[in-house]
């Protein structure tokens, strides 16, 4: 079995390789690797190999060169691309009938089928963004509409060569602006002061299920907020907790987290609920937004459950917003960016549906 090879150097190799091939027409270019796919974040493994993975690249040209050349250098390039890099064939198999692509045959001989896709920046930017454009002034809403997930994809992965201004706007959608990070936060606390209650309140009316499952909603939650605690755009599910490791500060979270989810009785779990909502509010104190919260529960109303009272942090922290579209956010309930208002894939993944989604700011 061939040694694997991290998607990322895999680029680099490849770019190494077409590189002479752009010098030669002198072509201003950027070449990159972001997008969708564990190998942009660093998370690809042995089984990442299967499908939409192996030896890949962006190669961005201006609109000129691109209708000029790409037809041609997609071409010749078929033909001086090497057939492996770092190992791995540069070669991809037709597609299956869900549309992914696995390695190509590595026996097969004469041009390549190769993964160097060329493209322009317009075209890059409106397949990750939709009609966003990062290198217009961006409302509050457009920042709300974009999964972070996508926001993620577009600042992970590695630039080799930028001619093009690739890098410019990467700096430029590295992180929310304050005000807006401000909001994320407040409607992730709002919706924790919403949900907080629930879970002990279903075990104690004897649905140990229903316990559960709230407590596993808060729990993301939570997740979702430690990301916007870091200053981190949250991947999607499949890589929540793996990307939650990756920040050293969230030990005692994650530890919290662990006990939560894996208490046996709706009694234990909401005082391990409990040190993770404490917890939370003990990195809220540490950002310095507001003025230090109490670091520890309250009954919910004279009830045996234990809460923070996360619409309280909510209210803290919506006080902190200046900016004004903001502001006229805060006034209405907290439904949060894309991410936090639904879980739904299909929702995420549909561009189309971005000016719509922006009528809910």
């Known amino acids: 079995m061939t040694a694997f090879v991290p998607g990322l150097e895999l680029a680099r190799t490849l770019y190494d390789a077409v590189r002479p091939v752009l010098a030669e027409r002198g072509l201003a270019h950027t070449a990159a690797l972001v997008?969708?796919?564990?190998d942009v974040l660093g998370l690809d493994d042995a089984t990442s190999t299967?499908?939409?993975?192996?030896?890949?690249?962006?190669?961005?040209?201006?609109?000129?060169?691109?209708?000029?050349?790409?037809?041609?250098?997609?071409?010749?390039?078929?033909?001086?691309?090497?057939?492996?890099v770092g190992g791995w064939t540069t070669r991809v198999a037709p597609a299956a009938s869900d549309g992914t692509r696995g390695l190509g045959d590595t026996a097969a001989t004469g041009p390549v089928d190769h993964r160097v896709e060329i493209l322009t920046l317009d075209a890059l930017l409106h397949r990750l963004l939709g009609p966003v454009d990062p290198r217009e002034p961006m409302t509050a809403a457009d920042w709300l509409v974009i999964p972070q997930q996508r926001l993620l994809s577009l600042t992970a992965g590695a630039v080799f060569h930028d001619d093009l201004g690739l890098a410019a706007v990467r700096d430029r959608l590295r992180w929310y602006p304050h005000d807006v990070w401000l909001y994320q936060q407040a409607a992730a606390w709002s919706a924790i002061g919403q949900d907080e209650h629930l879970a002990p309140r279903a075990g104690m009316a004897g649905d140990d299920l229903g316990s559960r499952l709230v407590t596993a909603r808060v729990c993301r939650t939570a997740v979702q907020l430690a990301f916007l605690q870091e200053r981190q755009y949250a991947p999607y599910d499949k890589w929540l907790g793996t990307a939650l490791a990756r920040l050293?500060?969230?030990?005692?979270?994650?530890?919290?987290?662990?006990a939560t989810l894996a208490a046996t009785d709706w009694q234990?779990?909401?005082?391990?609920?409990?040190?993770?909502?404490?917890?939370?509010?003990?990195?809220?104190?540490a950002l310095g937004l507001t003025a230090p919260l109490p670091e520890r529960t309250i009954p919910f109303h004279g009830r045996p459950f234990e809460v923070v009272d996360g619409s309280a942090v909510a209210g803290r922290i919506a006080q902190a917003v200046t900016d004004p579209e903001v502001r006229d956010l805060v006034r209405r309930p907290l439904v949060g960016g894309i991410d936090l208002l639904s879980a739904s894939t299909d929702l995420a993944v549909d561009l189309g549906r971005t000016t719509e989604l922006r009528r809910l700011y």
């Open 50 to 84: 299967d499908h939409d993975w192996g030896p890949r690249l962006q190669l961005l040209l201006s609109a000129a060169d691109h209708d000029a050349q790409a037809a041609g250098l997609h071409e010749e390039l078929r033909h001086r691309v090497p057939a492996q």
């Open 35 to 38: 997008g969708p796919g564990s």
């Open 248 to 258: 050293g500060s969230t030990a005692p979270l994650r530890s919290a987290l662990a």
């Open 268 to 285: 234990d779990r909401q005082r391990r609920l409990g040190d993770v909502l404490v917890e939370l509010v003990r990195r809220h104190n």
